[in-house]
């Protein structure tokens, strides 16, 4: 226990994980492999496509938010943080859709609709959502280490570079294929050391079940700003799934029955993955616990060095492994679909470069609020519902109304980002930011569907 009790036993399982999914991402990959994720020309198994799902979802800023949230708003924060995973089951349902129109990805309908504007508005939204991947995650491990290293000044960044180093190396080596491989180790791993965590933390004296469900949060607007945040979930999680290429990669590598089995069951294990998840912070607000670096050293003081070793052990798989299926994701934007440079190994591999090095940048700004990196892209994302929507009923979508629906997400995204300036605070006034929020949402989607609905209209008044 005492060895457990060490920060040095954090490093020792960085090592072993590091040792472990180096050896089992290939050295020499074909180009298929390396950007299609296919072993010897054959397609991942199912259980290795749930696995790659379920292990890139639960990442590490999710597991933080859905416990800060439940810390803060109780049952509600940590079921508005669940309920981003019904994207499993939208998402799903794009990808039957995209490929029941013999579409390759995402890239492609918009192209087959919208032509290069199609391609490029879409692609810059996922380079964001790429890049807030990279440094979300980064940001977690830099505050374990900051923690379990409080002495040390320069802990928090020795530990960042030295993951994003070890992440890039082994997701170089063998691209999507590596892992696919890794994600199923890493999938493991997380399911064994958070059961343990969770069932010693549901066995303790001072558990309480209906207690953790009727938990109304510490906020000192209770468990509000909760309930107002499953409504953003509600809204965003039409376009969410579609905005996110690790995502959507692994909807088009395996046969159409495979696939839509693999999002029913990511759905149900990440989900159940994350509410568990989100009952430590719950826990931890209800026992009293005072909010300390991102709930870290509040676990640190509730549950015992043991059980605070298995948490920070499961954010630590979990940040490993978005890693790599994030740089797996930037090789094929970059590569594939931006078409910067020749399709190959190399220049994947220097595409995955160019993206750690972007998101390690920007963990030196000092805006470390995880959830907001969510919430921005989210709400850039969120272009995408009315186009669908109109669209998979058989409407004709002009490039204009794509247009101003486009623009009228990204500018939702950089009013949550600036909603403390007077101009912003003048259009979407709120008690809470996430009251804001909510209203940016209303505001994207009325003026896209306006546009798109009256696109569509136009156009089959053309027909005629």
Not at 56 to 64: N, V
Not at 108 to 121: K, M, N, S, V
Not at 272 to 283: H, K, R, T, V
Not at 351 to 359: D, P, Q, S
């Amino acid at each position: 226990m005492s060895l457990i009790a060490s920060p040095w036993a954090l490093v020792v399982f960085v090592a072993l994980i590091s040792v472990v999914s180096l050896a089992m991402s290939r050295r020499s990959v074909t180009i298929e492999g390396f950007f299609e994720g296919a072993s010897h020309g054959v397609q991942p198994s199912l259980w290795t496509l749930v696995f790659s799902q379920v292990t890139t979802w639960i990442f590490a800023r999710s597991l933080m938010n859905s416990a800060i949230l439940g810390y803060f708003y109780g049952m509600p924060g940590t079921l508005a943080y669940a309920t981003y995973y019904l994207s499993f089951l939208t998402g799903g349902f794009i990808v039957s859709r995209l490929r029941a129109e013999h579409a390759g990805s995402v890239q492609d309908w918009l192209g087959d609709h919208f032509g290069a504007l199609g391609h490029w508005t879409y692609n810059l939204v996922v380079a964001l959502r790429l890049l807030s991947e990279v440094f979300a995650n980064l940001i977690v491990v830099g505050l374990i280490f900051a923690a379990a290293f409080p002495q040390a000044e320069n802990a928090s960044m020795i530990a960042i570079i030295a993951l994003a180093l070890i992440g890039l190396v082994y997701s170089a080596r063998g691209g999507l294929q590596a892992s696919l491989r890794t994600d199923v180790l890493q999938m493991v791993v997380f399911l064994v050391v958070f059961a343990i965590a969770f069932l010693i933390m549901i066995t303790a004296s001072d558990f309480s079940f209906s207690a953790v469900m009727g938990a109304q949060g510490v906020h000192d607007q209770g468990s509000r700003p909760g309930w107002v945040l499953v409504v953003v979930a509600l809204l965003q999680v039409l376009s969410y799934p579609a905005h996110d290429p690790v995502m959507m990669d692994r909807g088009f590598i395996a046969d159409r029955a495979r696939t839509n089995q693999s999002f029913g069951l990511a759905f149900v294990i990440s989900t159940l993955c994350i509410f568990g998840f989100g009952m430590f912070g719950i826990q931890a607000g209800l026992i009293g616990g005072a909010y300390e670096n991102q709930l870290l050293g509040t676990w640190a003081g509730m549950f015992g060095p043991f059980v605070y070793f298995l948490l920070m052990c499961s954010l630590l798989v979990s940040a490993v492994s978005t890693l790599d299926s994030a740089l797996a994701s930037s090789a094929r934007l970059v590569i594939d679909e931006l078409g910067v440079g020749s399709r190959s190994v190399a220049n994947g591999r220097w595409a995955m470069v160019l993206f750690m090095i972007g998101g390690t940048l920007l963990t030196l700004f000092p805006n470390k609020t995880l959830f907001d990196a969510v919430a921005v892209t989210a709400t850039a994302s969120m272009f995408l519902t009315p186009v669908m929507a109109v669209t998979f009923v058989g409407g004709v979508v002009p490039r204009w109304a794509y247009g101003i629906s486009w623009i009228t997400a990204i500018v939702g995204a950089g009013a949550f980002m600036y909603r403390g300036t007077d101009i912003v605070a003048r259009f979407v006034p709120g008690m809470h930011k996430y009251d804001q929020l909510l209203s940016i949402c209303i505001y994207v989607l009325v003026v896209g569907f306006a546009a798109c609905i009256l696109g569509a209209l136009i156009n089959r008044q053309v027909a005629k």
